[in-house]
């Protein structure tokens, strides 16, 4: 099941393919975890004029909640490394009118932004939350204090734990590097600060929510 460490080259470049494969038809696979879509937005507290970050956006189904939250003065930014998922998103965002929904065509590690900004949203990044190089970059781009809220793929605990090879697979089909999911988010928890999680679909998910932490803080 677990794979041998990969460059991150090699894991972008793995993703970018899996997900060139997935583009036509990856909205239709994402109703169960809608809700948590939905959650993980929540959590972000937006307030009409803010800046928000959708973090590998991918198709854009998260824009439209990302929009209605910071209204006609805020603005949302997203970003995707695959121009057939990100395609899909500019349609979207065309198709809607908004003039203040900004996307780019980049890794992580390479995206600039023109202000800084005030929340983040990770929806099923694990590549990106594995990557040393793409949290320095984000993390960079937020204000001090600024809000996260992550969810993702885990391994099951407990009786459950058997079925984690499926897991493990089925985080195949999409992520460049799969493996590392019993803690994903271990390399970005301890820059952030008011860490608090739940588990979703029986403990095959987790919902995380914490802010940036000042230069000088550790993380709660």
Not at 3 to 14: G, M, Q, T
Not at 18 to 45: M, Q
Not at 86 to 94: E, G, K, P
């Amino acid at each position: 099941m677990p794979e041998e460490p990969l460059s991150e080259e090699v894991v972008r470049a793995r993703s970018l393919a899996r997900y060139c494969r997935r583009a036509a038809t990856y909205d239709s696979t994402c109703g169960p975890t809608w809700p948590i879509r939905e959650r993980a937005v929540a959590s972000l507290h937006l307030q009409p004029g803010q800046a928000v970050l959708d973090v590998a956006c991918g198709t854009g189904l998260s824009l439209p909640l990302l929009r209605a939250a910071v209204g006609d003065t805020g603005r949302v930014y997203g970003f995707d490394q695959s121009p057939a998922m990100l395609a899909q998103a500019f349609a979207r965002t065309a198709a809607a009118g908004w003039r203040n929904v900004h996307l780019f065509e980049t890794a992580a590690h390479a995206l600039t932004l023109p202000e800084a900004i005030d929340a983040l949203l990770f929806h099923y990044t694990h590549d990106i939350l594995r990557s040393p190089a793409a949290i320095d970059q984000l993390l960079a781009l937020a204000r001090p204090g600024a809000l996260v809220a992550i969810a993702g793929i885990k391994y099951f605990p407990g009786w459950l734990a058997p079925l984690n090879p499926w897991v493990y697979f089925k985080n195949r089909a999409y992520n460049g590097g799969p493996g590392e999911l019993a803690s994903p988010w271990d390399r970005i928890a301890p820059r952030l600060t008011h860490w608090q999680w739940a588990p979703t679909q029986f403990g095959m998910g987790y919902l995380a929510s914490a802010r940036v932490a000042e230069r000088s803080e550790c993380a709660e």
